[in-house]
C-alpha cells in the first residue's frame, strides 16, 4: 500500500499541473494573488496607495505562538498592517509636512485559486539571534478572507473561500529539522514521512504530529 500510495500522490500532482497547462493555467493563474497597500493620512485624510504586489505565498509571521493563538488572528494582523511614521506630500496637509502615525493596511485585489499559507516561525530577538517559535497556531478545515477584498461589491459578490487540502509538519530548530506531511490525493488523505506513506483522515490535517508544528497550509478555493 506505501509505494502505491506514494505513486498515486505523485501522478495526482503531475497531472493537476498538466492539465492546468492544457487550459492554459499559469503558476500566477493558480498561486498567485495580487494585494494593494494602502494607507490614510490623519491630517488631510488623503489616500496613498503604491503599485499593488504580485505575490506567490501568503507568508503569515507567527509570535506569541504559546498563547494557542488562531490563525485568523494572525491573518488579522497582518492584513492591518504595520504602524510607521512618515510624513503626508500633499499641499496643504493639516499636519503641515510633521512626521505622524499612520498603518499601511493591505487587501486582496484578486484571490488564488491555491493558497499557499507560510506560517513563518522564526524570529530574532534584541541582540539579532533567531530562533525557530514553536507552540500550537489554531486553524481549521475551512478559510474565509473575504473581509479582505479591496472593494465593497468585491466582498459581495467574489466570495474568498477556501477548504484544507494539506499540510506541512517541520519538526526541529532553526539549523535543523525533518518536514512530515498530510496531503489529499485520489486515494484519500494521506500521511507522508520521507520514503513512506500511510492512510489519514481529516482529522490529521488538523493535528501536527508530536514535537511538530504546522509550517505551510494548502487551501483550495472553493
Keep these: 500500500m506505501t509505494s502505491h500510495s506514494l505513486s498515486s500522490l505523485l501522478l495526482f500532482s503531475c497531472n493537476f499541473l498538466a492539465n492546468a497547462i492544457l487550459r492554459k493555467r499559469t503558476y500566477e493563474d493558480l498561486f498567485g494573488h495580487r494585494v494593494q497597500t494602502g494607507w490614510e493620512c490623519g491630517g488631510c485624510k488623503y489616500r496613498g496607495a503604491p503599485p499593488p504586489q504580485w ?109 484544507l487540502v494539506s499540510v506541512v509538519f517541520h519538526g526541529g530548530e532553526l539549523k535543523g529539522g525533518h518536514y512530515k506531511g498530510v496531503f489529499t490525493c485520489p486515494d484519500g488523505v494521506m500521511y507522508v514521512n520521507d520514503g513512506s506513506a500511510q492512510r489519514a483522515s481529516d482529522r490529521d490535517l488538523l493535528q501536527a504530529p508530536k514535537d511538530f508544528q504546522a509550517y505551510l497550509l494548502v487551501y483550495v478555493r472553493v
Design 55 to 163: 505575490e506567490s505565498m501568503l507568508e503569515i509571521n507567527i509570535t506569541n505562538a504559546g498563547r494557542n493563538l488562531h490563525i485568523d488572528q494572525y491573518i488579522k494582523r497582518h492584513f492591518e498592517g504595520e504602524i510607521v511614521e512618515a510624513k503626508c506630500s500633499e499641499p496643504g496637509c493639516a499636519a503641515g509636512g510633521k512626521y505622524q502615525k499612520r498603518r499601511n493596511k493591505r487587501t486582496f485585489l484578486a484571490g488564488p485559486e491555491i493558497l499557499l499559507l507560510e506560517l513563518g516561525r522564526f524570529e530574532a530577538d534584541l541582540y539579532g539571534r533567531v530562533k525557530k517559535v514553536k507552540g500550537h497556531v489554531g486553524y481549521d478545515m475551512t478559510l474565509d478572507l473575504t473581509e479582505y477584498q479591496a472593494t465593497a461589491k468585491a466582498r459581495r459578490e467574489d466570495k474568498l473561500l477556501y477548504k
